[in-house]
């Protein structure tokens, strides 16, 4: 047999075995590109976590459809980080070890944003920051591996400076849950505030507190004329709800931080919510300021089933475009020093309009629209009118 | 501050409705001790229960007067039966055991209670509305009042005298200060007292579940209620004597005003002026403003 084995036989099999062999290596496909996303799923705010994932996913789908980045799908791995620092540490060391991720996106709380931030700073990986606002992530605590989307209290601060003195404030106080979220806000604000204004006093209950009767009585009694409220989410609508009968609402003007804007709020507290309170929100689902905002709403409204979705989603949906577009900007080389190099200066279309990475301090200070909250014709439910987007 | 005599006024009213809502938690309380003998830790555990129901009935039937009412009674309702089967089934083994038995087991309820309304409920504030028959203010001519918080200046004396002449004019009434001074005889004179320790267990439990649920518009719903709240009540009934139901009124009065003008006038540290006050009290009076020495019957 193997006498008839002649040269074009042994040329037939080493061609047909060329052909088996050849395709193979064509059809490797490029790797996705991998991100770790630690979210917040369980416990007190678990309404931001769940608010969030949609923008994530939609801009993920997006950008997917249209072909990937260069040509590499985008994979999201997530993760509940719990509001727990030393639980979200060990979650990011296991997306980056076990998972091998490129970027980590998120935590959202600014205790779990800073303890992540050191991890990223060690294993030297991209970690973009959302809606954590802590001036420390990218201030004294920052480092080149880390990203800030939201504004922090400082931007903020200047914000509300200029909301008080627009509506002729003349004694100011303070009034918050004592922790860094406030008093940062507070301690920026009194630097910002004309020497006009005066601060009288600041009234701060321990975090968690569920009886505000006292401050009440403490916040009537005040000479100030205008209140800077920091009570936030499931707080702020206990403190409405106890402050309301009081006639609080009537005494004094209100301010408020903390996202009270977003419309789960105004839903929850109907027509108790003061009314004419100026406060802020991240994004107004009824509210189409560009073309990319209302084509944004559309889809989000498609994704979540229903017209009015969680504020919070923007902020995930911005946090993809960020890093999807400094891959892009990055090209074949997706390490991480590339990937920072690429996000530095970085400048992205998103929803609200072209927004840019500061190349020196990481912070994108995000945009969010500040305005009275009133009631509206033709629904139980008050809105932001006029909203005006602040930079 | 002070010398603004409506700022006065409201803080006045507020130490009178905290001391009502108060006291109707802390005389059922007493009435558990005064009875059974048992320190019953779990008590504020009851109160949660009935707070978290009126949050959960409201959230399924909306606002309304109905819902507000019918919550506070399905609090009553559950902690009753839930009472009930702790008490057939627990506490009744550890009447004649020491006191230490007694603590650990009701503190044992305290800390599942909490944990299981973490579980369903989560850690975070839960609010309930007012009804809205009691939900806009009274105008007292000098300033506006929160109707709600006058209900309860109200109640608390209501729910004193009606219990007052519970125990002292109805048959139930005798039973009850009977079992209180000797049970043995009681037993031997033909009432069930097993019977006897069931039902004011379980009538306590759902005076603390109810008291919980009215507390809920005044000062939302957390999970550390019950733990806060148990610490407020046994100051009350040591202030006031354990047993007496008087002594529960003065004590939780008492309470209200030191936890208003004390968070005004000294902030965090009005806790320690509670437990000065409650050591200077027992200085003077060993066995509570109205509280009697036990007597042992050998």
């Known amino acids: 047999m193997l006498k008839k084995l002649n040269r074009a036989g042994l040329a ?70 719990q509001l727990k620092p030393d639980v979200a540490v060990a979650l990011a060391r296991e997306l980056i070890t076990a998972e091998k991720v490129d970027v980590l996106l998120g935590p959202l709380g600014s205790n779990t944003a800073l303890a992540v931030s050191e991890v990223a700073r060690e294993n030297k990986i991209l970690n973009f920051s959302p809606s954590a606002s802590a001036d420390a992530i990218t201030g004294a605590k920052g480092h080149k591996y880390i990203f800030q989307l939201s504004s922090t209290s400082d931007m903020d601060a200047k914000r509300f400076a200029s909301i008080l003195k627009r509506q002729g404030a003349k004694k100011v106080c303070f009034t918050g849950w004592d922790y860094a979220y406030s008093t940062d806000l507070f301690t920026n604000l009194r630097k910002e505030l004309p020497a006009d204004i005066q601060v009288t006093r600041e009234y701060l209950l321990k975090l968690g507190t569920s009886d505000y009767n006292t401050l009440i009585s403490q916040l009537m009694a005040d000479p100030c004329d205008t209140v800077m409220n920091m009570f936030f989410s499931g707080g702020f609508i206990s403190l409405v709800k106890q402050a309301e009968p009081f006639g609080l609402f009537k005494a004094k003007k209100f301010v408020s931080g903390g996202n009270n804007g977003d419309y789960n709020i105004a839903e929850a507290l109907k027509d108790k919510f003061p009314e004419g309170m100026w406060t802020f929100s991240n994004d107004l689902w009824y509210l189409d300021t560009t073309p990319e905002m209302k084509r944004y ?95 | 501050m002070f010398s603004n005599p409506t700022f006065v006024a409201m803080q006045v009213l507020n130490s009178l409705s905290l001391g009502m809502n108060l006291f109707i938690i802390a005389s059922s309380l007493t009435l558990i001790y005064g009875v059974l003998r048992i320190i019953n830790f779990a008590h504020g555990a009851f109160y949660m229960v009935g707070a978290y129901m009126l949050v959960q009935v409201l959230t399924w039937m909306g606002t309304s007067n109905l819902s507000f009412w019918a919550g506070v009674l399905a609090g009553g309702a559950v902690m009753g039966a839930v009472a009930w089967l702790l008490e057939r089934f627990f ?29 369903v409920w989560g850690k975070g504030q839960l609010s309930a509305d007012y009804p809205p028959a009691l939900s806009g203010a009274v105008n007292l001519g000098f300033m506006q009042y929160p109707a709600y918080l006058l209900f309860l200046c109200v109640l608390g004396p209501l729910v004193a005298v009606g219990l007052w002449l519970g125990i002292e004019r109805t048959r139930w009434g005798r039973i009850l200060r009977a079992a209180r001074l000797d049970r043995e005889m009681l037993g031997a004179l033909g009432i069930d007292v097993k019977r006897v320790f069931s039902v004011i267990f379980v009538i306590a439990a759902v005076m603390a579940a109810i008291g919980g649920a009215l507390a809920a518009p005044r000062a939302s719903v957390e999970s550390e209620m019950g733990a806060l709240i148990i610490m407020d009540c046994f100051i009350i009934v040591i202030m006031g004597g354990l047993g007496s139901l008087w002594g529960a009124f003065i004590g939780a009065i008492g309470l209200g005003f030191i936890t208003v003008f004390g968070t005004l006038l000294l902030e965090e540290w009005e806790i320690a002026l509670v437990y000065l006050v409650m050591i200077a009290v027992l200085f ?12 042992e019957r050998v």
């Open chain 2, 91 to 119: 506490l009744s083994r550890l009447y004649d055991k020491e006191h230490l038995l007694q603590l650990l087991f009701t503190f044992a309820l305290v800390l599942m209670m909490g944990d299981v309304m973490r579980m």
């Open chain 1, 12 to 81: 037939a099999i080493a061609a047909a075995t060329a052909l088996l062999v050849a395709p193979v290596h064509a059809q490797q496909a490029k790797p996705p590109i991998k991100i770790g996303f630690l979210n917040l799923l369980s416990g007190v705010s678990a309404e931001l976590g769940a608010g969030m994932a949609p923008g994530v996913k939609l801009a993920m789908d997006e950008i997917n459809a249209a072909g990937g980045v260069n040509g590499r799908k985008l994979e999201i791995v997530t993760r509940d980080e």
């Open chain 1, 297 to 391: 709403h559309e889809a989000m409204a498609k994704a979540t089933g229903r017209k009015d979705f969680h504020a919070f989603g923007l902020y995930g949906y911005m946090a993809v475009q960020f890093i999807a577009e400094a891959a892009r900007k990055a090209g074949n080389n997706t390490s991480s020093d590339a990937l920072v190099a690429a996000m530095e200066g970085l400048t992205v279309n998103t929803p609200m309009g072209p927004l840019t990475v500061d190349a020196k301090t990481h912070r994108v200070g995000k945009p969010a629209f500040y305005g009275p909250i009133v009631t509206v014709p033709g629904s139980d439910i008050k809105r932001m009118q006029p909203a005006e987007l602040m930079r």
């Open chain 2, 284 to 295: 003077v009076r060993p066995w509570g403003l109205l509280g009697k020495p036990e007597v």
